[in-house]
């Protein structure tokens, strides 16, 4: 078997039964990201916003796209937009990892970055005044745009449930950076049994449990504002975990389960491993691991 073009190796990810030893026999599982072909669960969602707009003809052969991103989002949309020759400009606050980036660079998109204090919202404010200057230009703005939790509703969550047709999933654990992924995956799931709570994963300095903000190393998770799209699913608890906690397990990871992760990742086993304790006998958690330890070399994820 071959394919011919790298979109169709977007998706069908590998689930992981992480395996840990947990006194009361309850399993984690893990959906592995990053063998998407841009690295990250965001080549779903770039790959999605591209072919929703097209499809509602905001955008044709000469637009250009502009997007504020942390990163995996940029790569996710100028891997597609490359793939439909469509100009890119991503807007990415400057303390956001080096490598992702250079990845969206080599893919041919224009990076623009805003000041890290002003964090995404001086992002957003800045992608909306650029595209004020450009003709033709479209934001898919994945914070507010609803086809950025349905990109997770119809191709992640359908996923988990045919991975594990055999097993019935007690919570559903993931961090939130838009909340594309855990309002379009903890809904799918919900509708399938309304009995799965969902658990949702935040760094320290994240406002969801009602902290002030403030910086975090923890990349990828963490909102400033409320995403609107929580309004549609119900959650059960909202766990802080710290950055320590997150890189101790990403090293963990690597050590113990040969598995290279990045921070939010880390984040998110954290999470599991102690909501793991509170959960009656055999329970099973699903997670997401979003990305790889490899796009955070530069900011040393292993040695902090
Ligand atoms: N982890 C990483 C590494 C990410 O890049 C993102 C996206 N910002 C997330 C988690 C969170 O995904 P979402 O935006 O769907 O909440």
Redesign the pocket.
């Known amino acids: 078997m071959y394919i011919t073009n790298v979109s169709q190796l977007i998706g069908r990810t590998p689930l992981i039964d992480l395996q840990v030893n947990i006194p009361n026999h309850s399993h984690i599982f893990a959906k592995l990201e990053m063998f998407n072909p841009g690295g990250?669960?965001?080549d779903r969602?770039g790959q999605f916003l591209i072919a929703d707009g097209i499809k509602r003809q905001v955008i044709n052969q000469n637009t250009t796209i502009i997007e504020p991103?942390?990163?995996?989002?940029g790569i996710g949309l100028a891997l597609a937009a490359q793939q439909h020759h469509l100009r890119t400009i991503l807007v990415v606050p400057e303390k956001f990892s080096y490598e992702k980036q250079q990845l969206m660079q080599a893919l041919g998109a224009t990076i623009i970055n805003t000041p890290a204090s002003e964090g995404i919202t001086g992002a957003i404010e800045k992608a909306k005044s650029i595209a004020q200057e450009i003709d033709n230009s479209y934001i898919p703005m994945?914070f507010a745009n609803a086809a950025?939790p349905a990109t997770?509703y119809q191709s992640l969550a359908p996923e988990i449930i045919q991975d594990l047709s055999e097993q019935k999933i007690t919570a559903f654990v993931?961090?939130?950076?838009?909340?594309?992924?855990?309002a379009?995956v903890a809904k799918y799931l919900n509708e399938q049994d309304a009995g799965i709570k969902n658990i949702v994963v935040e760094p320290e300095g994240s406002i969801l449990a009602g902290g002030p903000a403030h910086s975090h190393r923890t990349?990828?998770?963490g909102v400033e504002f409320i995403?609107p799209f929580f309004d549609t699913i119900s959650i059960d608890q909202i766990m802080t975990i710290s950055d320590d906690d997150a890189f101790y397990q990403v090293r963990q990871a690597a050590k113990n389960l040969g598995l290279f992760i990045?921070?939010?990742?880390g984040a998110a086993l954290a999470a599991s491993l102690k909501l793991a304790e509170s959960l009656p006998e055999n329970s099973n958690i699903v997670t997401?691991f979003?990305?790889s330890s490899e796009r955070y070399m530069s900011d040393q994820i292993y040695s902090k």
């Open positions: 990250s669960i965001k969602l991103t942390a990163g995996n989002t994945q950025n997770y993931a961090g939130a950076g838009s909340g594309g992924t855990f379009g990349e990828g998770i995403p990045g921070s939010s990742s997401i979003p990305d």
